[in-house]
T-cell receptor, first 112, second 113 residues
Framework: QQKVQQSPESLSVPEGGMASLNCTSSDRNFQYFWWYRQHSGEGPKALMSIFSDGDKKEGRFTAHLNKASLHVSLHIRDSQPSDSALYFCAASGNQGGRALIFGTGTTVSVSP | GGIITQTPKFLIGQEGQKLTLKCQQNFNHDTMYWYRQDSGKGLRLIYYSITENDLQKGDLSEGYDASREKKSSFSLTVTSAQKNEMAVFLC????????????FGPGTRLTVL
C-alpha cells in the first residue's frame, strides 16, 4: 500500500485560478512533508517544506499541514501556464530513516 | 550554486545485460540518492548513501547495486536488465538527510529491448 497518497490524480485550472492539491500519509511516523514540482523532461525541484501544523506561504504557493490527520495540502494562487507540471508530496519522519517517501503525483494543467 | 550530472542521458540495453548509470554532484553534499520513476509518475527509492562508501537500501533495491567511492559520485548498476523495462532513473543529493532539500539531476532514460 502506498504510504503517501495524493489527490486528485490530475487537475485542470484556468490561468489566474486557484489549484488545490491534497496529500495524506497512511503512516503516523511520517509527519514532515515536502512539495516538489517536475516539469516535463526535467528532474523534480523542491517548492517548499512544511514541518509544523498550520499554513506556510511562499509567494503564490501556500501549504497547510494537519499532523493529527496526517494531511497536507498545496494551494497555488493566480496559476500561470508555467505552473503546468507534475507535483509530488514527499514525507518522512523520526522512524522513517533518512529518506523521503514520494507520493504518486498530481498533474496540473493551466490553460491560458 | 551547483549541478548534478547524470550519464548517459539515454541507455538502451539487452535483456540480461548489466548496465551502469553514473551521477556526479558538485554541491559538496553528504547524501546522495537513486530513484526510479515509471511512466512519469511516482518516485521510488532504490539506494541512498549518507557519506562516501556508505550504502542504504531503499524499497526498490532488489535487482540493483550501488557504489559511492567518492563523495561527489554515486553509481547505480542494473544487475540483469528485464525485457520491456522502461523507466527514468533520477539521481539526487542533499546536504544531509530528509530535513534538507534534495537537488535532482535530469535523469537517465532506460529502455531494455
Amino acid at each position: 500500500q502506498q504510504k503517501v497518497q495524493q489527490s486528485p490524480e490530475s487537475l485542470s485550472v484556468p490561468e489566474g485560478g486557484m489549484a488545490s492539491l491534497n496529500c495524506t500519509s497512511s503512516d503516523r511516523n511520517f509527519q514532515y512533508f515536502w512539495w516538489y514540482r517536475q516539469h516535463s523532461g526535467e528532474g523534480p525541484k523542491a517548492l517548499m517544506s512544511i514541518f509544523s501544523d498550520g499554513d506556510k506561504k511562499e509567494g503564490r504557493f501556500t501549504a497547510h499541514l494537519n499532523k493529527a490527520s496526517l494531511h497536507v495540502s498545496l494551494h497555488i494562487r493566480d496559476s500561470q501556464p508555467s505552473d503546468s507540471a507534475l507535483y509530488f508530496c514527499a514525507a518522512s519522519g523520526n522512524q522513517g530513516g533518512r529518506a523521503l517517501i514520494f507520493g504518486t503525483g498530481t498533474t496540473v494543467s493551466v490553460s491560458p | 550554486g551547483g549541478i548534478i550530472t547524470q550519464t548517459p542521458k539515454f541507455l538502451i540495453g539487452q535483456e540480461g545485460q548489466k548496465l551502469t548509470l553514473k551521477c556526479q554532484q558538485n554541491f559538496n553534499h553528504d547524501t546522495m540518492y537513486w530513484y526510479r520513476q515509471d511512466s512519469g509518475k511516482g518516485l521510488r527509492l532504490i539506494y541512498y548513501s549518507i557519506t562516501e562508501n556508505d550504502l542504504q537500501k531503499g524499497d526498490l533495491s532488489e535487482g540493483y547495486d550501488a557504489s559511492r567511492e567518492k563523495k561527489s559520485s554515486f553509481s547505480l548498476t542494473v544487475t540483469s536488465a528485464q525485457k520491456n523495462e522502461m523507466a527514468v532513473f533520477l539521481c539526487a543529493s542533499s546536504i544531509r538527510d530528509w530535513e534538507y532539500e534534495q537537488y535532482f539531476g535530469p535523469g537517465t532514460r532506460l529502455t531494455v529491448l
